[in-house]
């Protein structure tokens, strides 16, 4: 049986464990020649300053974004690499966390293959990612690569 990969989805937070993750996707994407998705995922502390007001949403973005753009410059020539940015807790969602926010976006985008990585997260939930990946393992419906 033959693999089909039209998109990969990467989840990242803008550490280096993620970088070595959106390295991988963008690898795998070139082999199958596919396009890659870039998940910022946004951590709890994070979150939570957005929604008191204690943090500038516009500085978040830019900051996301900046490293976005330098996951784009990771991908070779011929792999396309859209991004988007999500929250990964909700103070008004209980059942809101990382790992269900990484497959609702793998379904929205309509992922065919998963590379996460296995730890990362700035601050004091650093082990946001590894969790994350734990569930996303146990949970996808697509092939994951645990990085």
């Known amino acids: 049986m033959t693999l089909t990969v039209d998109t990969v989805l990467v989840p990242v937070d803008g550490t280096d464990a993620s970088a070595t993750a959106a390295e991988y996707a963008v690898t795998v994407a070139d082999r199958y020649d596919a396009n890659a998705h870039a998940l910022y995922v946004l951590g709890e502390t994070v979150t939570r300053a957005i929604e008191t007001g204690d943090v500038a949403e516009d500085d978040v973005v830019e900051e996301t974004n900046t490293f976005l753009g330098e996951v784009e410059d990771l991908a070779p020539e011929g792999v ?33 293959f998963l590379v996460v990585p296995r730890e990362g997260m700035r601050g004091d939930a650093g082990d946001v990612l590894e969790k994350a990946a734990e569930y996303v393992l146990l949970y996808a419906s697509q092939p994951v690569l645990s990085v």
Do not use: C, M
């Not at 991004?83 to 065919?112: C, M, N, W």
């Open 80 to 112: 396309t690499v859209d991004s988007s940015i999500a929250y990964g807790f909700s103070t008004s969602r209980k059942l809101q966390h990382p790992g269900s926010v990484i497959l609702d976006a793998a379904e929205d985008v309509d992922a065919d």
